[in-house]
């Protein structure tokens, strides 16, 4: 698994320094060529890093300044690119940029920008990154407890199969130990969404410190199995060097 980014832009010059940028750092890019489409894309898909040409495509600004009302990608780290005479770096902070790039951009400015971000991606994945699981959940509801199956779990929430309807109007108290370890976790949850097959969505409530952080080194530990290309940037001191 890799890192995700969209480029709006049809600026070929900056397309021809950021691609091979993003490539060496494990990050995808998807180019669109129009606002309007980059607009619809953002509603539906997600991506970790949203790169903007505000002043040389039209609609660009437009685009950014929707970007952190969409559900998909409210929190993607934002790019804005400028061609110092339209936007300037104070306005385009103002609309959610969270890095400004100014033109021309050389391809060290970029590996250097990027690498600073670098950071802010990853942990904007392990937000809403879900790992894979099979392990048992015990479901307490006071007296009675319900046996399930975990199926994928995330800093915030977990997915179970249940054997039997959840009771309603009941918080539940969540018990299960991570896979490959010895670490037992115990969450209060409540429910997030659930279908009629037995699957049910527990968003973690009232999280201890210390069980927050347990679980975010566990799902550190498979992202960097996922994408270990990112990690190994993130460790870097300094960007490749790049004429």
């Not at 977990?158 to 670490?183: D, S, Y």
């Amino acid at each position: 698994m890799t890192l995700e980014s969209l480029l709006l832009s049809r600026d070929t010059d900056l397309m021809r320094v950021l691609r091979p940028t993003l490539e060496k750092l494990a990050i995808d890019v998807e180019i669109c060529q129009e606002a309007k489409a980059a607009a619809d894309i953002l509603v539906s898909e997600k991506f970790d890093a949203v790169i903007v040409d505000c002043d040389d495509l039209k609609g660009g600004l437009e685009v950014l300044q929707g970007l952190r009302s969409t559900p998909s990608n409210k929190s993607s780290v934002t790019f804005a690119v400028l061609n110092g005479k339209k936007t300037t770096t104070q306005d385009a902070f103002g609309m959610g940029a969270n890095f400004v790039l100014q033109k021309p951009i050389s391809p060290l400015n970029a590996s250097r920008c990027f690498h600073a971000a670098l950071n802010f991606m990853v942990k904007e994945r392990r937000r809403y990154f879900r790992q894979p699981v099979r392990m048992a959940v015990h479901v307490l509801l006071g007296d009675k407890e319900l046996k399930a199956a975990g199926t994928n779990i995330s800093e915030g929430g977990i997915a179970l199969q249940l054997r039997e309807a959840l009771p309603k109007g009941v918080a539940p108290q969540l018990k299960f130990t991570l896979p490959e370890t010895n670490l037992t976790m115990n969450f209060e949850a409540e429910v997030a969404w659930a279908d009629i097959k037995g699957r049910v969505g527990f968003r973690f409530q009232n999280v201890p410190k210390s069980s927050q952080e347990t679980l975010e080194r566990w799902l550190d530990e498979r992202m960097e199995k996922e994408f270990p290309r990112a990690k190994e940037r993130i460790a870097a001191s300094e960007p490749e060097s790049t004429q």
